[in-house]
């Protein structure tokens, strides 16, 4: 329920990112937007002490494969990401305040009546800040666990408007104040 208000908030602030604002087909897999191996993207909204981010990546940035899993190690690699991405500290440390996580969501890639050969990967986060005007910037840590990764293309809407930036491995923090 939490992610369908956040998906609103982007809808109605006209800021919709491709992978919000079209949906198509690729070879069996039904997904939303471009699906590029080493790119992501991570939508912010930060709303007085409250932060949304919807991060999504296909699935082979974060786990070597972005097919269902078929074997024992493959099933185990997947369990450990969920395991890791249910770790605020994955994603990101909050600097100038603290955050904690209220709620975190992971969309299991693999449901429906179709077969996934290029899974995207999910994840919504919730955070509650301690003090946001305290809040400088988050360091994502993403670039550090998982090596495959390239790119994150992030969208925000601060207080102090709507941003873009990108985010690689020599530069991974998100300026807020």
């Known amino acids: 329920m939490r992610s369908m208000l956040y998906f609103m908030a982007i809808l109605t602030t006209g800021m919709g990112t491709s992978a919000l604002a079209h949906e198509h087909h690729h070879e069996g897999h039904r997904h939303h937007g471009a699906h590029v191996h080493g790119m992501a993207?991570?939508?912010?909204?930060?709303?007085?002490?409250?932060?949304?981010?919807?991060?999504?990546?296909?699935?082979?940035?974060?786990?070597?494969?972005?097919?269902?899993?078929?074997?024992?190690?493959?099933?185990?690699?997947?369990?450990?990401?969920?395991?890791?991405?249910?770790?605020?500290?994955?994603?990101?440390?909050?600097?100038?305040?603290?955050?904690?996580?209220?709620?975190?969501?992971?969309?299991?890639?693999?449901?429906?009546?179709?077969?996934?050969?290029?899974?995207?990967?999910?994840?919504?986060?919730?955070?509650?800040?301690n003090n946001a005007d305290g809040l400088t910037a988050l360091a994502v840590n993403l670039f550090t666990h998982y090596e495959r990764l390239e790119t994150i293309e992030v969208q925000m809407i601060l207080p102090s408007g709507q941003h873009h930036i990108q985010l690689t491995a020599q530069q991974t923090t998100i300026r807020i104040n």
Do not use: K, W
């Open 41 to 129: 993207t991570l939508d912010l909204v930060a709303d007085a002490n409250n932060i949304m981010i919807h991060l999504r990546s296909p699935l082979v940035n974060l786990l070597g494969f972005e097919h269902q899993p078929v074997t024992t190690q493959q099933e185990t690699a997947y369990h450990d990401l969920h395991q890791q991405l249910l770790a605020l500290e994955t994603l990101l440390t909050a600097q100038g305040t603290d955050c904690q996580a209220e709620d975190i969501e992971i969309a299991d890639p693999f449901t429906g009546d179709e077969e996934a050969l290029h899974a995207d990967i999910e994840v919504s986060y919730f955070l509650h800040c």
